[in-house]
């Protein structure tokens, strides 16, 4: 029903920044929030961002916080994750991910809560 690409991704020293996009097309009328999301190898899907399509409230997990931005352009139907200061430990696949209507979480940040999902974009920083 949702269809989300990421693009953006990339490899990038430390310290340096990059900036995500995620643009998501289909029966988008019913979403409620959209999330960034990475996954490094050998590890478990990891919250990042979250913002709502309504009122543009954000929440970020805090390993990023002060360093990344998530934000949306409602025309385009398009989030964005602005990432500076990046270090190594970033290096991930970042997923952008859409979660439909409100189910009784406010900043959703489980990806089992989540509902459609991008391909990937791979973020590599190196040191």
């Known amino acids: 029903q949702v269809q989300l690409v990421e693009s953006g991704g990339g490899l990038v020293q430390a310290g340096g920044s990059l900036r995500l996009s995620c643009v998501a097309s289909?029966?988008?009328?019913?979403?409620?929030?959209m999330g960034w999301f990475r996954q490094a190898p050998g590890k478990e899907r990891e919250f990042v961002a979250v913002?709502?399509?309504?009122?543009?409230?954000?929440y970020y997990a805090d390993s990023v916080k002060g360093r990344f931005t998530i934000s949306r352009d409602n025309a385009k139907n398009t989030v964005y994750l602005q990432m500076n200061s990046l270090k190594p430990e970033d290096t991930a696949v970042y997923y952008c991910?859409?979660?439909?209507?409100?189910?009784?979480?406010?900043?959703?940040?489980?990806?089992?809560?989540?509902?459609?999902w991008g391909q990937g974009t791979q973020v590599t920083v190196s040191s």
């Open positions: 991910a859409d979660k439909t209507n409100y189910s009784g979480t406010y900043y959703p940040v489980s990806y089992r809560k989540y509902d459609y």
């Open positions: 289909g029966r988008t009328f019913s979403s409620y929030a």
């Open positions: 913002i709502r399509w309504s009122g543009a409230n954000t």
